[in-house]
Nanobody
């Protein structure tokens, strides 16, 4: 069973930056694709970014391309989401996720989820 714990959320002004972290345990982290999702008030959960087990095969939501960067440190069992030039529309609860199968290439089969961390961007 994989456990995921996010941290790094908070309140920031538009144009500011935040770095989210997700610490994983309970599995062989280096074999799993990892993803970030978000859910804004009154909206469904949406995919933000995904990264392959070896740090490659990276995908982003079009709206965050050029502003967000996903990365991972397999030695620390941690995945990161660097968020720059934040906009009020980025306000949401951000979730870290992992699939149940190793060596996945796609971002459509996530099984394990963290508890989420709130990101609020003021205008």
């Amino acid at each position: 069973q994989v456990q995921l714990v996010e941290s790094g959320g908070g309140l920031v002004q538009a144009g500011g930056s935040l770095r989210l972290s997700c610490a994983a345990s309970g599995g062989t982290f280096s074999r799993y694709r990892m993803g970030w999702f978000r859910q804004a008030p009154g909206k469904g959960r949406e995919f933000v970014a995904g990264i392959g087990w070896n740090g490659g095969n990276i995908n982003y939501l079009e709206f965050v391309k050029g502003r967000f960067t996903i990365s991972r440190d397999n030695a620390k069992n941690t995945v990161y989401l660097e968020m720059n030039s934040l906009k009020p529309e980025d306000t949401a609860v951000y979730y870290c996720a992992s699939p149940s199968r190793i060596y996945m290439y796609s971002d459509n089969a996530y099984t394990y989820w963290g508890q989420g961390t709130q990101v609020t961007v003021s205008s």
